[in-house]
Structures are given as C-alpha cells and as structure tokens.
C-alpha cells in the first residue's frame, strides 16, 4: 500500500520532465499528463477495496509518527483522489496548443491536489497548499487576455496574503504544541482550547478559506473566473475549492469539535449564500453568474458543515459532490454558451441540447424534486431545524431565501433562452469535447437519480469514518492506545 | 477612504498578532517532535548537520514540496515572458559591445566566477555535516551565472537547453532516488546506503545525493529565471 505515495510522486516527476521531453518531441510530451492521470486513477480503483473500514496510513521515509510525515489514506480520500484524477481528464488542454511549461503546471496543480487531499501533517498541507495556490497563478496569468493578467494578479496578493495566514496559524499550533502530526495533535486538543489555539484555527480557516470561497475572501472569485477559459474554471470552482474546504473541515474535525467554531461557520456560511446569491442575482453575463451562484454554494456547504456530528459530514459530502458535478458542468457547458445575456437570447433554437441540459443543471442546483438537489436541500434543511439553536434555524429561513432569489435570476435566464427575436441566427455550433463533457455530467446526475439511497449510504459509511477522531487516531498512531509516547 | 480602511485592517491585525504573541509560550514551548528528532536523529540518519536531518529525511516530502513550488514559480514566469504574450520584448537590440560594462567589472566577474562555482559546490557537498547546503549553494552556483549575465547583458552566458536540461534531471534524481527507496526499503525517502564514518564526506548514505539534486535544482530555476528576464526571446 506504501505504493500510494505514488499519487504525489508520479506527477510531479513528469511535471519535471516535460519540458525536457517537449525539445525532442511535442507529441510525448502532451501525453505524458493524461497517461499518468489514467495510471493513477486505475491506481486508485484498484487499491479501493484493499482499504479497510480503518483507513490505512503511509510513514513516509519510514519515520514513525509524530516525527515524521504522514498520509492518511481512506475511502473518502481515495474517493476524492479519483475524482481529481477524472477532474484533471476532463479539463485537460487537449486541442488547444499550450506550451510544455503549461502542462508541467497542471501536473504540479494535480500533485498538490493529492497531497492536499492525503496528508496529515499540518506543515506539509501548508506546502501542498502553496503549491496548489503557485500552480494556479500561472495557469491564470497564462491566458491570452489582458484582463486575466489584472486578474491573476489581484488573485495573487489575495492568496498570498490567505497563505501567510495560514502559515502563521500552523505556527502558532507548533509553538503551543510542539507537533504538527494532525493524529497527534487530536490527542492533546485540551492544549488547543484555549485563545491562541483558536486564534490559530481562525487565521487557517481564513488561509484555506482564499480558496474555498468563503464570504468576505472571495472578491477575486469573479474576476478570475469571468476572464480564463472555463475549463479551468470548471477545476477551480468544481474541485480545488472543495479540496480548501476539505482541508477547513479535517482541521476542524480533528482538532476544533467546539459550537463556538460551528457557530462561527455558521454564520460564514450564510453571509456567503446571501451575499453570493445577491450579487448573482444582478449579473449581467453567463461566467460572472455562475461564479457568484458557486460562492453561494460553497457556503451552503459551510452551513452543512457546521451542524455537528455524522449527519452535517455526510449532507456537506453530498453537497459537495452535487456542486462538483452540477457547477463543473455549467462552467463546461458556458464554454460554448458565453457572454453576457442579451447574446444568449433565442440560445434555445441554436441548441436544443445544450439548453436542455442546462435546464437539467439548474433545476438540480435549485433543489427542484426529483433532482439529487432537492434531497440535498431537504436534508440539510430538516436537520438544521432538528438543532437546538435558533442560529441554525434563522439559518433556514436564510437558505430558503437565497434559493428563491437564485430561482427568480436562473429562470430569467432561461426565459431569455427561449426569446428569439431574430431567428435567423442559426449558426451550427462544432461540437466540441467540453460540450460532450457536459452531457456526461448530465448524464451522470440524471442516472444518480436512481441510487440515491446506496449512494447516500454510502456516503452515510464515508462520514461516519470520517467523523471519528478515533479511527483517525489509532491508525496513525497505534502506540498511542498501550499509553506509550514515542 | 480605502487607505484609511487599509490602516485600519493593519492596525488590528497588528494589535491581534501582539496579543496572539503574548499568549504563547515563546521560549520555553514544548519541544515533543524537535527532542525526538534530536535523540534519534544520529543513528538513523547518521548526518552531522541535524538541520539536514530534518530537511532530507524526517521532511522530504516537505523538501520535494517546496523544489515543486520553486519550479512552478519559474515555469509560471518563464510562460509569461514567452515571446506570445502581450508582453513583447523591446524590438531593437543594442550592440554587444554597447551594452557591456567595461573592463574592470567583465574581467572582476570572470575571475570570481570560478570561485563561486567552487564555493556554492561546497556548501552543498557539504550541507550534511555544516550549516548550509542545497538551497544556499544552490542560490550561489545561479548567482555566479546571473552576475555575468549582468555584465555582459547581451552576451551568452550560459545555454538555456542546459539550464532545462539540469533542472529537469536535478529534480528526476531526487525523486528516483526516493522511489528506489520505496522499492528497496519500503518507503520512500528512507534513508538508504551505508551510513559511514559520523561526520565525515562520506557520510549519511544518500543524504548527500539529496542535497546534491537539490543544489542543482534550485540552481537551474534561479539561472533560469534569470536568464528568462534578460533575454528577449526564450524558448521554453
């Protein structure tokens, strides 16, 4: 099982690589990625059943914990492995020429999302972090426009200042601890309790928060988006803000069990509903919609979050999955349905299909029945009101709000999709691979329909290993139990 | 109004980080990782500098890490300077000789050039047994590389096939090393070889080697960021 490790490794060798590869062969050089992609995720799948209900963790240079590093590997993480190796497919550059430095930096972009996803150990997710975070600024800085230039800049005083922070949470957590193994440290949260150790968790939500969108840290979410090309895109807001969150969430779990910080998320979380379904309301062009309705949803995600125990895991591992497939796809489809919305108008007689499958889309991100949506939004909303706070019940109010300010912005959108003033506009579209990409998407939401129960099981199995301090704990740090510190 | 509100955030952010400095143990903070490391670091890594000890073996990965974040940094601004871009390089080149810097600073530079290769080669050969090593020499082989280029702007100093070349093989051997340890030993990183005499050359099995890749590595991405800056066409 050591062998997992391969997940980082594998990538960041060929990021090495092609650019020597590319000054002898371009053609080898673009294949290297996806080959590596495909390898890892077969990787991935066959290795899932050889994970046991414990997870399973990797002492890298063969350092027993605490003092050396450690990956923790489950089926959630494997879950999400996947899913960046199937992520990276999809989005990956393949007609467009792009020079070899581009795709080193998807592979580095791949190998940090691993490692983000796998370790556990506090100092090397910082490192995975700013990895993921230096990869991105030059794959956003890298399109041709102006505008993203602006706009990969802003990006970067933004998550450099977020890394900081980050950085100087983790080193509070050290100073106060004197470790940076997550098991390890979930053995001495006592120590964490007190001011510093929540400021410390505080200044890491606002460091991983950059990237996962979270209220009051997302102003350069649609200045970037708006202005490169929507697969990257698709990543960025389908996948690597999950991966932020990811992180927030295994912090919080681990180490912050408290209300207070439940709270605070909380209350996060609906200002980032409100906030981004207000602003989308008043968008005037396909890309800035879509990334300030993903705002909103990421922070529907914080409030599942925030409900404590098993059921918030499992209903924000749901959400978060809906929003990968169902954001991903909007962004992939807007690749070919662009621009501001008077050019949308009468879209529908241009392509039947791709509005169809838009309607899909936002029916589900609405939470209309029978969509994945709607049971989504339905659990999240009986299980907020089962809390014994009235915060978690204004928060209802707040979610059933936003939902219908999202419904009135989506379905004037769609009423301009149907408008067609000027009918001789057909113009064939080509049929590009996003496109077919997005009908996957669809394709997969509408079969998921079917499962929703063995998935949500499924799921349910996921959280609650996830959920247990406990698991985590003893497969880490077995010598923990017999009362021995190493 | 925006410069007042800017102070205003550091202001607060100042007087948050005093108090968050107040409330920690600063001084004697409680040491559980850094006396472990001390106490087994000798005989399981077997390198004199423990710092290196640290940085190569109970933290590669770390290490590997932070040799990926300096490669994307140089990939990201060797793309934006590509010739494509909106920034076009200015179109008329100056004579060779116009440019240079004059006698004395061409002929200082050429005799210190040699020296610092010898002193950068140095301090990484021997990062694991004083302070020092892959990253400091690293940073000294490119600017032996960058002062001439800055003497001589329109000269050749240095290949930028090579530079691609020595970075992409610095950062292959790190990691094929790693993985011969995973397939040896069973995990990857794990220090391997004969450990040797304590404190001497030839010493810590293949921690040298690391710091070797990793003194060459950093020592490409720098030149070649350098490179990337100065010259008007680059070719990646």
Redesign the interface.
Known sequence: M??L?LL??LP??S???I??VA?HSLTISRLIGPVVLVFILALVVLSWNSVGSNGFA??????LP????VFYIDHFSLMLSGLIAGMLLIVWPWNSYV????Y??YM?LT??SF?LVLSADL??LY??Y??LA??T??LI??Q?N?AA?VAALRYLFVSATGSAMLL?GIA?IY???????IA?LATMTDQLH???GL?AFALIVIGAGVKAEMFLLNTWVPEVYSTIETPLAALLAGLISKLATVLIIRVLLMLFQQSEVLQMLLVVGVFGVISGEMVAWRAKDMLRMLSFSSIAQLGMIFIAFSIAGEVGLWIGLAMMLHHLLVKGGLFLLADKMQGSFDNLRGYAKRSAMAVAIFIIFILSLLGIPPFPGFWIKLMLILNLAEQNNTLYHYAIGFILLATVIEAAYLFKLVRYLFQDEEAATIVSTPKSLTFWYAQIFALVLLVSLAFISPISNRLKDMASQVANPDIYINTILPSHLSGGN? | MTKFASLLFIAGLAF??MV?TG????GN??????N??LD?AKE?VGAANVVTSVVL??????T???L??L???A??V???L?KSS?NKPSKNPTNTEESDSGFVAINGIDLIFPLLLVVGMYIISHGHLTPGGGFQGGVVLAIAFAMRSIVRPRGKSIDH?VV??I???A??SF?VI??V??YT???????MLDQGHFGSLWSAGTIPLLYLAVGLKVGAELAGLILALNTDEVN?
């Open positions: 050591n062998h490790i980082v490794v960041l060798l990021a090495f690589i650019p020597v000054k990797i002492f890298l240079g063969g350092f605490p003092v050396g590093i020079a070899p430095r581009q080193s930096l580095l190998a940090a490692g100092f090397n490192v995975f700013e990895l230096v990869a600024y030059g800085a890298r041709k102006p230039a100087l509070i100073t106060l601890t004197g470790t940076l193994n390890h007190g001011l510093a400021s190493p | 948050f980080l968050v409330l920690l143990p600063l903070s409680p040491m559980l990782i850094g472990a490391i087994s399981q073996a109970y933290r590669g990965l770390d590997l890490g932070e990926s974040i490669f994307a940094a990939s990201a060797g793309l934006l590509t909106f096939g691609t070349f970075e992409a093989f950062g292959l990691i790693g993985l340890a995973l030993q069973g995990h990857f990183l794990q220090p990646i």
